[in-house]
C-alpha cells in the first residue's frame, strides 16, 4: 500500500490503532461529556420542574445514568419480619409504598418552603467525606444564589450543600407532617436529616450507621460497598469527578451496588455501608438516621 502502511481486512493499521485509542479515550470521557450535554440542556427557569425546583431535560445524561443499570432491589409492601430477615443487617434495599408522604411533599415545593423558611439561617456543609467546613446563611440566599449545576471540576471543600445541621426547633413545623418508613432497629432513636442540592451535587463515600433515605423531590443516585470492601475514591474529590476518573475503569466485580431513587421511595442502608450520592436534578431528600 501506498507509503508501505499494513492492512487488516483493508484498513490500514494505523487508521485501526487510532481508531482503538480513539474509542478508549471516548469511553472515559462519556461521563463528563454527557453531563456537558446535561447542564446545557438543563431547565433554569426557577418556576420549571416538579415542585418549582429544577429539573433535568428528558434529553440529558442524567437520564441515560439512570437507566444504565440498578443492582439494588426494590420491594413494594415489604413486612417487618422480611425487612429484618433480609435486608436490616445484611444490604440495602429500595422500598415501595410504606408511606404516604403526598402532604410532606406539598409542603415541600420551592414556593412553600421560600415562604416558610426563607428567612432562617441553615448551616451548610462542604461536600467532602469528612466535611470540615461550615457557613451559615440565609435559607433563601442558600436556595437563589447557590442551588446550581455541580461544576464538574470543583472539589468537595469548595462545594457547599445543605443536608442536615438542620435546626429542629425552627423545623419542627415541616417535620411533623414526614412519616418515616415504620421498620426500627433494637436500641436504636431515629434522626431526620433534611436536605436540597442541586445537580450533579452529592457526598463522596463516607460510612456511618444505618438508616433510611427518602426523595421528595427530583432523583438521587446511590453508589454503596458493604463494609470490608473499601471503594477507591479521593475524600475531597466530589461524587461527579469519581464517577467520570474511577468508575469507568473499575472491573464488573469491583463495581458497587447502585441504582436511582425516584421521588417517593426510600433506599435503607445497613450499618457501616460505604455510600456516595449525586443529584440527578436538583433534588429534595430527607434521611432517617437510627442512631
Not at 408522604?101 to 418552603?113: D, I, P, Q, T, V
Not at 461527579?240 to 451496588?257: D, F, G, K, V
Request: proline letters at 8%; hydrophobic letters at 40%.
Amino acid at each position: 500500500m501506498a507509503r508501505g502502511y499494513a492492512s487488516v481486512d483493508g484498513i490500514p493499521s494505523v487508521l485501526r490503532a487510532y481508531a482503538l485509542l480513539f474509542m478508549a479515550a471516548a469511553r472515559r470521557l462519556a461521563p463528563l461529556l454527557l453531563f456537558v450535554l446535561w447542564t446545557m440542556a438543563t431547565v433554569v427557569l426557577p418556576g420549571s420542574g416538579e415542585g418549582g425546583w429544577q429539573q433535568s431535560g428528558p434529553e440529558t445524561a442524567a437520564a441515560v445514568m439512570e437507566e444504565e443499570r440498578c443492582t439494588v432491589e426494590r420491594r413494594a409492601h415489604l413486612t417487618y419480619s422480611q425487612f429484618v430477615q433480609h435486608y436490616a443487617f445484611l444490604k440495602p434495599v429500595i422500598l415501595q409504598g410504606l408511606t404516604d408522604n403526598s402532604r410532606f411533599r406539598a409542603l415541600c415545593s420551592r414556593e412553600n418552603l421560600l415562604a416558610s423558611f426563607g428567612d432562617n439561617v441553615v448551616r451548610l456543609s462542604t461536600a467532602n467525606t469528612y466535611s470540615y467546613q461550615k457557613v451559615d446563611l440565609p435559607f433563601q440566599e442558600y436556595v437563589e444564589q447557590l442551588l446550581h449545576p455541580q461544576d464538574p471540576t470543583s472539589l468537595g471543600n469548595d462545594t457547599l450543600y445543605f443536608f442536615g445541621d438542620n435546626n429542629f426547633t425552627e423545623w419542627a413545623p415541616l417535620f411533623q407532617h414526614y412519616s418515616p418508613p415504620p421498620f426500627r432497629l433494637l436500641g436504636t432513636t431515629p434522626a431526620y436529616s433534611f436536605g436540597i442540592a442541586g445537580a450533579g451535587s452529592g457526598v463522596p463515600f463516607h460510612w456511618h450507621g444505618p438508616g433510611f433515605s427518602e426523595v421528595i423531590y427530583g432523583r438521587k443516585r446511590w453508589f454503596l460497598y458493604p463494609p470490608e470492601k473499601t471503594p477507591e475514591f479521593h475524600p475531597n474529590k466530589t461524587t461527579l469527578a469519581w464517577l467520570h476518573e474511577i468508575y469507568p475503569s473499575l472491573a464488573p466485580s469491583a463495581r458497587p451496588l447502585e441504582c436511582t431513587i425516584r421521588a417517593g421511595e426510600v433506599l435503607y442502608f445497613p450499618d457501616r455501608w460505604w455510600h456516595a450520592t449525586l443529584n440527578l436534578d436538583t433534588s429534595v431528600f430527607i434521611s432517617t438516621f437510627l442512631g
